[in-house]
Structure formats: structure tokens, C-alpha cells
């Protein structure tokens, strides 16, 4: 197949593709001398954990944690916000950055005409994306190790966990990201993620709802990924984490699939 075929073609995702990992190597070379930026972004959970976690914490004491067991308001917090560290990692990466490579940079009209094709340009970011939040979930366990949070072997399947919240949200981050217009939009993805972070069970249970808002609560994304973290934080395995696991990869798919599409009909029209 000649490289123009590729390029119009629906080539799918191209999973394990070398021309996917042209596009990582190249944000590399981007962020080679722009590493702060990347940095600033695992601060806010680090003071969120401190503040409410110890601080306000220390006031609290002992909570219900999965399957009712009590445990640290500290230990309660802190899977949570790795979670929410690896959302905004991708979320970051694959909205505002996406936006300027697809609108004002026209950085993927220029890689589209090279043998990639829109699903390498998808998989390829969404890969960065997946980088960046796995550098935040990375460095906020070894936080939690060094602040005694670290009380089950489980733990160690809490960053891909995290990789795995970074690929649902990263994913449909950048399918949302491909209709939007103006840098106005982005209103919408703030509204979105700011009652998720404050409302998913990230400090406080969800129990504390009335039965039919808690329904409504646990079927959202970022709550999954938070029961999902939280319980091998603290070594509570069942069933429903496989429910969580397959929620969060259906989400990313579909999103994945949307990119694709969306780069296809926008930069090939």
C-alpha cells in the first residue's frame, strides 16, 4: 500500500505501529528544555494530600474505606488523588495541547503528510498524554511510600491502574477536544472535570449521598478509577474492580475511535 492510501485510508489505530512513536519522540524533543511544564502539574495533588489530607486529616481520623474497613482519612485521600494526578496529567496534555497542533500549529496537517496516518496521530498523542500522567502517578506513590502510605503488596497495581484512568480521559479528552472552535470551549471541559474531582468519592465517601445521587455518582468516570486505585491501595479485591477495569478501557476505545475519525474528516476533507 503506497503512502498516499495510508494517509486516506481509515487505517485504524495502528496498535504497536513504530509511526505512532515518532509523534512521542518528537513531543521529547519539544519538552527536552520545557520540563517545568511538565513538573508543575504533580503539585496540586502533592497539596491537596497535604493540606486536607494531613492537615484536615488529622482531625478526622479513622473512615470507612473499601468493603467498610476503617481506615487513615490520609490513606483514604491519597489513591484518589494519584487518581485524579493522572487525569489531569492526560487531560492536560490532550485537550489545550491538542487543540494548538490541530488549530493554530497545524502540526498534524504537516505529519499527515508523511506515511502516518489519523490513527497514528491519535494513538501517538494519546501515548504522550499516557507519559505524562504516568509521570505524575509514578511520582505521587513515591510520596505516598514516603509518607507511610504504602500498606499493601496490591499497591504496586496502582500505576497501571492509573495508566489505565490517563487512556479513558486522555482518550475522550482529545475526542471532545476535535469539535471544539475557540480557546472559549474549554469552559466546558473545566465544568466538566471540577465537579468529577470534587464529587467522586475523592474526599469524603460516597455513602454520605442520598441512594439515588450515590447511583448516579458511581456510574461516572472518575469515580471508577477512584474505587479502583483506592481499593488496591488498601488491599480490597473483588469482583467489581474487573467492572471498573472494563468501564475505563470501553471509554478510551470509543474515544480513541472518535480521534481517528475526527483528524480523518478534519485534516483530509
Known amino acids: 500500500m503506497t503512502a498516499p492510501t495510508l494517509r ?19 513531543n521529547l524533543y519539544v519538552y527536552k528544555h520545557g520540563w517545568l511544564v511538565i513538573l508543575s502539574g504533580f ?15 488529622s482531625l478526622i481520623g479513622t473512615i470507612n474505606g473499601p468493603a467498610g474497613q476503617p481506615i487513615s482519612y490520609q490513606l483514604f485521600v491519597a489513591p484518589a488523588l494519584l487518581t485524579t494526578a493522572a487525569m489531569n496529567g492526560a487531560i492536560n496534555e490532550s485537550t489545550f495541547n491538542f487543540f494548538f497542533k490541530l488549530n493554530y500549529n497545524k502540526t498534524f496537517a504537516s505529519i ?23 509521570l505524575y502517578a509514578l511520582g505521587f506513590m513515591a510520596v505516598m511510600g514516603l509518607f507511610g502510605l504504602v500498606v499493601t503488596p ?14 479513558a480521559f486522555g482518550a475522550v479528552g482529545m475526542a471532545a477536544t476535535s469539535f471544539m472552535t475557540t480557546w472559549q470551549d ?48 488498601v488491599g480490597a479485591i473483588s469482583p467489581i474492580l474487573l ?11 470509543a474515544g480513541l475511535a472518535v480521534t481517528s475519525r475526527r483528524i480523518d474528516l478534519l485534516l483530509l476533507k
Open 186 to 233: 474549554f469552559d466546558l471541559i473545566q465544568l466538566v472535570v471540577l465537579p468529577l474531582f470534587l464529587f467522586s468519592g475523592t474526599f469524603y465517601p460516597v455513602d454520605a449521598y442520598p441512594d439515588a445521587l450515590r447511583v448516579i455518582v458511581q456510574l461516572t468516570p472518575l469515580y471508577q478509577g477512584v474505587d479502583l486505585i483506592r481499593s488496591l491501595a
Open 43 to 57: 503539585f496540586e495533588p502533592l497539596f491537596y494530600l497535604l493540606g486536607i489530607g494531613f492537615g484536615l486529616g
Open 154 to 167: 496490591w499497591v504496586v497495581l496502582a500505576v497501571p491502574a492509573a495508566l489505565l484512568v490517563g487512556f
Open 243 to 253: 467492572f471498573h477495569v472494563a468501564y475505563l478501557a470501553l471509554m478510551g476505545i
Open 8 to 26: 486516506v485510508a481509515p487505517a485504524g489505530f495502528g496498535f504497536g505501529s513504530r509511526r505512532s512513536a515518532r509523534l512521542i519522540e518528537r
Open 112 to 134: 499527515l503528510a508523511t506515511p502516518l496516518s489519523p490513527g497514528d496521530i491519535a494513538l501517538g498523542e494519546l501515548g504522550w498524554a499516557l507519559i505524562r500522567g504516568g
